[in-house]
């Protein structure tokens, strides 16, 4: 089993900043997918950001420009940078690890609890 922990969200003014921290730990081998996915009220959960082992990085259009993703593979460990934020990045934010148990092992999803993201205008 993995476990998955979120945490750095908060309440920030427009144009401010956060930074989100993500850390798994459990029965992991290998980490392939590290994502940030966000879910605002009333709205369905949407890709933010990922970054695989090999650093392949992908943002949402809503963010580019203004979000950074890193990860740390020896901590198991992926941060979102968050920029220039806008009421509009108001959501509850949310970790997603893709990992395996042993080499031959296939990938396991695993979420975190979210976190809250408030952005005032």
């Known amino acids: 089993q993995v476990q998955v922990v979120e945490s750095g969200g908060g309440l920030v003014q427009a144009g401010g900043s956060l930074r989100l921290s993500c850390a798994a730990s459990?029965?992991?081998?290998?980490?392939?997918?590290m994502a940030w996915y966000r879910q605002a009220p009333g709205k369905q959960r949407e890709l933010v950001a990922f970054?695989?082992?090999?650093?392949?990085?992908i943002f949402a259009d809503s963010v580019k420009g203004r979000f950074a993703i890193s990860r740390d593979n020896a901590k198991n460990t992926v941060y979102l940078q968050m920029n220039s934020l806008k009421p509009e990045d108001t959501a509850v934010y949310y970790c997603?690890?893709?990992?395996?148990?042993?080499?031959?092992?296939?990938?396991?999803?695993?979420w975190g609890q979210g976190t809250q993201v408030t952005v005032s205008s």
């Open positions: 997603n690890v893709a990992s395996r148990i042993t080499a031959l092992s296939s990938d396991e999803s695993y």
């Open positions: 459990g029965s992991i081998f290998s980490i392939n997918v």
């Open positions: 970054i695989t082992r090999g650093g392949t990085i």
